[in-house]
Each structure stands twice: as structure tokens, then as C-alpha cells.
């Protein structure tokens, strides 16, 4: 009984933590080549329901996912080119993106709420994960592997990849990278537009796989601990994933409480937990620390001089 | 060669002004444009939007009552922005505000007397002003960014709004409705014109616009929001201390929103609803932009905004707009204003002229790994 319920936590815990995750490390891409993008909640809401109407009208949730990629990549070209060509406040743009989101989300989910998509189907066949140990490691939607394996990626790409170190020096200092013939738009462009689709997916996985459906913001302030997170993380991708899963275990904590009836807090309180614990975290990373890890160019226009 | 951006020695001022005008005649086109493509009556819904709030009178006193609202808030970001500082956290502490006059509200809900409007106004402002506290402490003390936290705790203050409305302040013979008494005679904010809807809080909004705009512009602490937010190192150079700018900037913020909150809780509403947060204190944030973070521009831009609302309500129900339209129209205004204002800083330049040819032409360098 005591194994099941652990299981039963553990897996929620993994399902919690997956989108955040993934949206995080479209961020932190996008981040480390120098541009802060504050749109990942408006682009997950795009992915979201975009993702949610393919699904319901193709029948297949994996189309479905590679909408959400698409429509939210597309979005988040649209920051792209005011912040990065037409060197808007990036701040602004971001805000933008994400008022512009949650609006467009829910004029083209409108007809699209109280029906229900199958989900993605599991990776691994339904036999291997019967067993309840088992199940913990073949049980899960296959975003949560790929979640994980994308951190792997993002790590490699950015760390050992000739075009992550590219991607650095850009985000550290564009003059000096533009000097020496770097593309800084050009790399800038394609951060963003990986940060938008991965965005896009995460919020795919509450509209296909977590709930699944559509509902006006859906996914409830996410994007924002996802930006959160990539502090959190010092932008490093293995602490990203360490951040996501902390946070999984505080929406499983949340839940469990919740559905046990658990009375000695408010549900309301328990409902303000993620983003209590989103701020106490922050609050203790920043202690004695100097604000120095982020990439030095990061929210900073670049326009070539030539 | 296409068109293309030339640098301007100076910022235009002409374009200054212009950018928002342009803002909002693209989003006029575009949103028709987009609106048909979507399937539904664009050009009506334009005309819904931006034109029928305009030709009544009655829909006028609505507008003002809207707009007044996110007037003050509008304000008291800009100060935050001038400087630099992004709170976005208006929303929560524009229903703090709401909950500290309702909680004033209730306490005196039997009693009668000209103090309780001010007292209830007051808690309003300390609501907003304490919840704006906790970002500009975290920011100050630990370096905590103020962007995430302050809108961390826009969710949090909506799920202490509902534990208040379903716990502490229902009203108990609300048929378990979740949300409070009505409030009476002397907890509701006074008329200002009579026979209309357009209470006190539309000229509060108004003078509060001209007092800010003097102080900006004539205080030795405008200036110093002005020069923290223009060159922090100068600055700091100069004497300055940016903590108490981050401080005064949040504060001012909070004080706005929190006034806000309780100007609307004792007008329009009149009682405390979970449906209280409608998203002002975001749209705020454009109606800062759209102002260009100047009180009278503010004040115009109020008004804009406030037609979306206004109008997107009338939308739904004659042509069948769903209520995000507004949302959408807000977002396109926003984006459209951060793409014009490229113009102040450059000039636009159509085809070919002398000055395309005689630029040099950047050349790329490739380097060894």
C-alpha cells in the first residue's frame, strides 16, 4: 500500500516537473545567447491550445505536439524581430508576447473547451509498466523521457558543441562576437525560436497529456516559474532538471495534501505553494551571491555598427 | 535596396508622439485584417470597438469609469519604469488594495460616517503599498529580480481573495455565494456627476495625473527616478541611492494599485467578488507603454484601453466576439507601440539613395576553431 502510494507520488511527481522542464530549457538556451525573452507563459498557452485543437481535429496527439512546436515557435518570432531587429525593450516584448498569448489562446480555444483528445500513448509497452516498481521507469508519457533527454542535449550543445560555444560568446559579448564574424542575430534568432518551440511543447504536455483538454490559462503561471527556474539553475542545464523536478515534488505536495483532505491548511494556501516556494527559492539563492552568473549581454539590444 | 534603418543623430520628437497614434491605427487595420480571417465580422468589430463606445453618451460615462482605474495604476508604474524598475505585480496589489478597503468595509459595516470612505481608501493604499513591499525588500536586501517575484505574488493575493470569499468575509445570507455583503451608503464611493455612473474616482484619476506630472518635472526626486532609470552608473556617480529608488519606485506602484483596488471595490463594484481581478493591473502596463510613461500621455491612453473593454463588451453580445478580443486588440497595441518606437531612434529610408551606396558594407571574417 505504502509502495503504491510512493509510486503513485513519484509519478506525479515526474509528470509535474516534465513541461516546466522543458520550457526552461528552450529559456535557457535562448538566455544564454543574450536575449530574455519573458514571453514562455503566453508561448505556452499558443502551444498549448494549438496542440489541443490538432490533436482533437487529426485525432493524433503526436501531430498535436508538433503544432504546438510550430505555432509557438512562430509566436516567439514575433518577439524576435521587435526585440532583436527592431531592438524593442526586451522586457516589454516579452510582457507583450505573453499578454498577446493568453488573449489568443483563449479566442481560438473557445470552441475547443469541454471536449476531450486522446492522450500520447506510453513509450514503453503497457506490460513492462503493469508492474508497479517497473512502471516507475517505463510508465511515463514520452515528453518525460524526452524532457530528460533534452536536458542531456542542451548540456552537451552548450558545453561541448563547437555551436554552443558560439552561442556563449554571443551571449557573454556580442560586439566582440559580431567583430570576429560571428552571426549575433543570426544565432540570437535561433535561440529564440528553439526557446518558442520548446515552450510550445511544454505546453502541450497540459493540454495532451497532464489534463488532458482545454481551458483558459490552462497552464496557470508556469512559464513564469519556468524563467524562474533558469535563475534557480544559474543557467546551468543538470541543476535546471534538479530545479524542475524540487518544483514537481512541491505541485505533488500540493496535490497529495489536496486530495487527502488535508485540513489544516486552506486549499487556497496550498494553491499559492508553487509560487511561495518558486519566491522563497529565489530569495535563497540570491543570498551572497553577486548577480554575476547570468550572460553578460542578457536583455541587451545588439544592433551592428557596422 | 529595400527599405532600411538609418540611425538619427537625435531621438525624434515628432515620433515620440506619433509612435502611439501608429500603434493604434495598426492595430485598427491588422485587427480587422485578423478578425476576418478568423471568421468573424472584422470591420464590425472594429467599429464596435473603437467607434459605437464613442458615439454615446451613456456608453461614455463607461468609459471613464474603465479608464479611471487603470489611470492611476498606469501612473504609478510609469514612475517604476522611468526608473528602470519592472513591477509587474500591479494586479495583486490592486486586489490587495481591493481587500484592504473591503476589510475596512466590513468593519464598519453597520456604522455611517464621512471618515469611512478615507479609511477605507487609506487601507487600500497600505494593502498595495505592504504587497509591493515584499519585492522591492527582496529585491534590495537579496538582489531577488523583481519582475518574477512581484508577479509571483499576482497569483497569490488571487488565491487569498478566494480563501477570503469562501472562508472569513462570505457573506452569510449570500446563499453560500462566495463573496460579501453589499456595501452600504457610506462604504460606497460618491457620484461625481450626477444622474451618471462616473463616481469621484474619475477626477481623483485625473488630478492624480497633474500632480504626478509636476512632480516628475519640477521634484529633485523626479529627477532622481529620471537619472537612475536614464544612467544608474551616473547615478550612483551623482550620490544616488538606487535602493531607495528601487523602494520609492515599488512603493509608488503599490500605492497607485492599492488605490485602485479600493476605488473600485467602493464603486463599481460595491461589494468584494472573486471576479474582482480583471486583469487591470496588466493592461496597466500598456496603457504605461502606450503614454509614454507620462501622466496626460497616460491619461489618453487610459481612455484607449478603457474603448477595449467597453467595446469588447458590446462586441459579445451584438457580433458575437468572444470576451479575449480585448486581450488580443491590448497585446497587438503593445507590439505594434515597441515596433513603431524603432522610429524614434531611426529613420526609415525607402529604396535607393546616396547615403545606402556610400555606407560601408559589413564584412564577415572567418576564424579558426
Redesign the interface.
Same mark, same amino acid.
Given at each position: 500500500m505504502t509502495t503504491t502510494l510512493a509510486i503513485s507520488i513519484l509519478m506525479t511527481l515526474a509528470a509535474a516537473a516534465t513541461p516546466i522542464l522543458i520550457a526552461a530549457l528552450g529559456e535557457l538556451v535562448a538566455e544564454k545567447s543574450g536575449v530574455l525573452n519573458?514571453g514562455v507563459e503566453g508561448m505556452m498557452l499558443i502551444g498549448a491550445v494549438a496542440g489541443f485543437a490538432t490533436a482533437v481535429t487529426t485525432g493524433s496527439p503526436a501531430l498535436g505536439c508538433l503544432a504546438a512546436m510550430v505555432a509557438a515557435g512562430a509566436a516567439s518570432m514575433?518577439f524576435a524581430?521587435?526585440a532583436l531587429s527592431?531592438?524593442?525593450?526586451q522586457?516589454?516584448?516579452g510582457?507583450?508576447?505573453t499578454?498577446?498569448g493568453?488573449?489568443?489562446? +483563449?479566442?481560438?480555444g473557445?470552441p475547443f473547451v469541454g471536449l476531450t483528445t486522446q492522450t500520447l500513448g506510453l513509450v514503453f509497452p503497457s506490460s513492462l509498466a503493469a508492474d508497479p516498481v517497473l512502471r516507475l521507469v517505463f510508465g511515463h508519457s514520452p515528453l518525460v523521457y524526452i524532457a530528460l533527454l533534452l536536458t542531456v542535449a542542451v548540456w552537451w550543445f552548450l558545453s561541448r558543441s563547437?555551436a554552443g560555444l558560439i552561442l556563449r560568446a554571443v551571449g557573454e559579448s556580442d560586439a566582440a562576437a559580431h567583430s570576429? @564574424?560571428?552571426?549575433v542575430l543570426k544565432v540570437r534568432y535561433l535561440a529564440v525560436l528553439f526557446g518558442g518551440a520548446m515552450a510550445g511543447l511544454g505546453g502541450a504536455y497540459y493540454s495532451l497529456v497532464l489534463t488532458p483538454m482545454w481551458a483558459?490559462r490552462l497552464t496557470? @503561471?508556469r512559464g513564469?516559474?519556468a524563467? +524562474?527556474l533558469v535563475?534557480f539553475a544559474s543557467w546551468r542545464p543538470g541543476r535546471l532538471a534538479l530545479g524542475a523536478y524540487l518544483f514537481g515534488a512541491v505541485i505533488t505536495l500540493e496535490l497529495q495534501a489536496k486530495a487527502a483532505g488535508f485540513s489544516a491548511f486552506?486549499p487556497?494556501?496550498l494553491?499559492?505553494l508553487p509560487?511561495?516556494a518558486?519566491?522563497v527559492v529565489?530569495?535563497v539563492i540570491?543570498?551572497g551571491?553577486? @548577480?554575476s552568473i547570468a550572460p553578460a549581454c542578457l536583455g541587451k539590444p545588439f544592433r551592428?555598427t557596422? | 535596396m529595400g527599405p532600411r534603418l538609418v540611425p538619427r543623430l537625435a531621438p525624434s520628437r515628432s515620433m515620440v508622439f506619433a509612435a502611439p497614434v501608429i500603434a493604434v491605427v495598426a492595430t485598427v487595420l491588422v485587427g480587422a485584417l485578423g478578425f476576418t480571417l478568423l471568421g468573424y465580422d472584422g470591420i464590425g468589430a472594429i467599429r464596435e470597438i473603437f467607434l459605437t463606445p464613442l458615439m454615446s453618451a451613456y456608453r461614455w460615462q463607461d468609459l471613464l469609469v474603465k479608464a479611471a482605474p487603470l489611470a492611476i495604476i498606469a501612473i504609478g508604474l510609469s514612475i517604476g519604469f522611468r526608473a528602470n524598475v519592472w513591477n509587474i505585480g500591479a494586479e495583486g496589489q490592486y486586489v490587495l488594495g481591493g481587500l484592504g478597503g473591503t476589510a475596512v468595509a466590513l468593519l464598519t459595516a453597520e456604522m455611517t460616517g464621512a471618515w469611512i470612505l478615507p479609511a477605507m481608501i487609506l487601507a487600500g493604499i497600505i494593502g498595495g503599498m505592504a504587497y509591493a513591499a515584499v519585492p522591492a525588500l527582496l529585491r534590495t536586501r537579496l538582489g531577488v529580480n523583481e519582475i518574477l517575484s512581484s508577479l509571483m505574488l499576482n497569483y497569490v493575493a488571487i488565491q487569498l481573495l478566494y480563501f477570503l470569499m469562501r472562508g472569513p468575509w462570505k457573506d452569510p445570507m449570500g446563499f453560500n455565494f462566495p463573496q460579501t455583503i453589499l456595501f452600504g451608503a457610506a462604504q460606497t464611493l460618491p457620484i461625481a456627476i450626477p444622474g451618471t455612473l462616473v463616481h469621484i474616482g474619475v477626477p481623483i484619476a485625473a488630478a492624480l495625473a497633474l500632480t504626478v506630472w509636476f512632480l516628475l518635472a519640477r521634484s529633485v526626486m523626479g529627477f532622481q527616478v529620471r537619472v537612475v532609470g536614464l544612467a544608474p552608473n551616473a547615478a550612483r556617480y551623482g550620490g544616488f541611492r538606487e535602493k531607495r529608488t528601487i523602494w520609492l519606485a515599488l512603493m509608488a506602484g503599490g500605492c497607485f494599485a492599492g488605490l485602485a483596488g479600493a476605488i473600485e471595490v467602493a464603486g463599481p463594484f460595491g461589494q468584494m467578488v472573486p471576479g474582482f481581478p480583471t486583469g487591470y493591473g496588466y493592461t496597466a502596463i500598456i496603457v504605461a507603454f502606450l503614454g509614454r510613461l507620462h501622466p496626460i500621455g497616460i491619461l489618453l491612453a487610459a481612455l484607449v484601453l478603457a474603448l477595449t473593454y467597453v467595446g469588447g463588451e458590446s462586441a459579445q453580445t451584438t457580433i458575437g466576439l468572444p470576451a479575449a478580443a480585448a486581450g488580443v486588440f491590448q497585446s497587438l497595441m503593445l507590439f505594434f507601440l515597441l515596433a513603431a518606437d524603432i522610429l524614434v531612434r531611426y529613420r526609415l529610408v525607402l529604396g535607393i539613395d546616396a547615403a545606402s551606396q556610400a555606407e560601408p558594407v559589413a564584412t564577415a571574417r572567418t576564424v579558426a576553431p
Open positions: 519573458l514575433v524581430v521587435l527592431l531592438t524593442a525593450n522586457v516589454a516584448t510582457l507583450a508576447l499578454i498577446f493568453t488573449g489568443i489562446s +483563449a479566442l481560438a473557445a563547437r570576429i @564574424g560571428y552571426p483558459e496557470a @503561471g513564469w516559474i524563467i +524562474a535563475v486552506a487556497e494556501f494553491s499559492s509560487y511561495l518558486t519566491i529565489l530569495a540570491s543570498i551571491r553577486a @548577480g551592428a557596422t | -
